[in-house]
């Protein structure tokens, strides 16, 4: 039995046939079911409370690098990428993100395949091979040089290279052959070391929740969920506790002109709030956002579009 269980009281249209419930298994791993008996598809997400801002100093890029290593084996399916194959063979697709503070994994795949995709999620014993190790290095540097190209995420990392130093999201959180291979092996580290202690240290089932979306019924997705993920360690892990601020008086209020890479003109204004988290139903800066972006005669944008046209 999972340790906590409770039905959970989600406000939905009334047309929503589905059924849902929220778990917390033995090692503290919390899930929310959805059942479907609707569904042509099924699928999981499995978020873990760690990302970027996690990277140890000087090994930028590790916890988006494990992410992309989590994917290509695990001590029950030993065959390099066999995870990925087998989704797409079965209909579905799969990707993955690491972002600052979270890693998300997520799939869909046809409803006869969903259990044996479950049981194919790396969270338990992956494999980290020391040549996939170095393979999987050159993968997350020509994904660097692919975002090189891009004038978003030259704009994002400009930034992020523009705010208070000591703050986690002035790091580089990509990670390249330089910060993953080279300064590493100068400073005489071993990246895969490095990187099964990154994931022994933080992926714990008590910073983990997942999402399993299904045809079958509450009662038996809960005992396949059970029986798939209750073997994913928990060490009580504490997420990560940022203090301080990533802009001060000094890194506000600047202007910066940059040339971009395609055509064209941008305005970019950006300033940092307060965490909405707490706020999500309400959603207060989404209230600000459509009154900022209002396009409408006495707008910003209309008088900024009106100044332009008449210089
Ligand atoms: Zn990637």
């Known amino acids: 039995m999972a340790v906590g269980e409770e039905e959970v009281e989600i406000v939905t249209a009334r047309t929503d046939k589905r059924q849902y419930r929220r778990v917390v298994l033995k090692n503290s791993l919390e899930v ?81 395949s969903f259990e044996e995709a479950l049981d194919r999620l790396f969270f338990i014993k992956p494999l980290m091979s020391a040549d996939a190790t170095m393979r999987e290095i050159k993968a997350v540097d020509s994904e660097n040089q692919k975002n090189l190209l891009s004038d978003a995420w030259r704009m994002n990392q400009l930034q992020k290279h523009l705010s208070e130093k000591s703050h986690p999201y002035h790091k580089f959180g990509t990670g390249n052959w330089d910060t993953l291979g080279v300064r590493p092996g100068a400073r005489g580290l ?40 209750c073997d994913i360690r928990n060490t009580d892990k504490d997420c990560l506790h940022i203090t301080g601020q990533p802009c001060t008086s000094e890194h506000l209020q600047i202007l910066v002109k940059t ?19 707490r706020h999500y139903k309400e959603g207060p800066s989404r209230y600000l956002g459509h009154l900022i972006g209002h396009e409408g005669e006495g707008s910003l944008f209309y008088v900024l579009k009106t100044l332009g046209r008449s210089s």
């Open 32 to 112: 929310l079911l959805i059942s479907d008996p609707d569904t042509d598809k099924c699928a999981a997400s499995m978020a873990v409370s760690v990302g970027s801002f996690s990277d140890p100093e000087g090994l930028e890029g590790l916890a988006h690098f494990l992410e992309h290593m989590l994917f290509y084996a695990s001590e029950k399916y030993p065959l390099e990428d066999s995870y990925s194959k087998f989704i797409t063979e079965h209909g579905g697709s799969t990707n993955a993100f690491t972002a600052s503070e979270h890693t998300n994994y997520y799939f869909d795949v046809n409803v006869d």
């Open 259 to 277: 040339v971009p890479i395609k055509q064209g003109h941008k305005l970019r204004v950006t300033w940092p709030i307060t965490p909405e988290i």
């Open 190 to 229: 071993d990246t895969r070391d490095e990187l099964i202690k990154f994931y022994k240290e933080h992926y714990s089932a008590n910073l983990m929740h997942l999402v399993v979306y299904s045809k079958e019924n509450l009662d038996k997705i809960e005992s396949m969920v059970e029986e798939k993920f």
